[in-house]
């Protein structure tokens, strides 16, 4: 499975590690999931 910014869990994690409660580090590597939450994160902060 390809994940894309758009995928559900992307925005399950994304909310997760804006709010605090995980840390970009726990986000498990499962298929492109980090990549993809890290690229949307970093996207976000800039």
């Known amino acids: ?6 995928s559900g869990l992307v925005k399950v ?3 997760l590690v804006m709010a605090g409660t995980y840390k970009l580090e726990q ?3 499962l298929s492109n999931l980090k990549t993809v939450v890290t690229e949307v994160i970093n996207r976000t902060a800039a």
Not at 1 to 6: A, I, L, N
């Open 1 to 6: 499975m390809t994940f894309t910014k758009d």
């Open 13 to 15: 994690w994304v909310s």
């Open 27 to 29: 986000v498990p590597q």
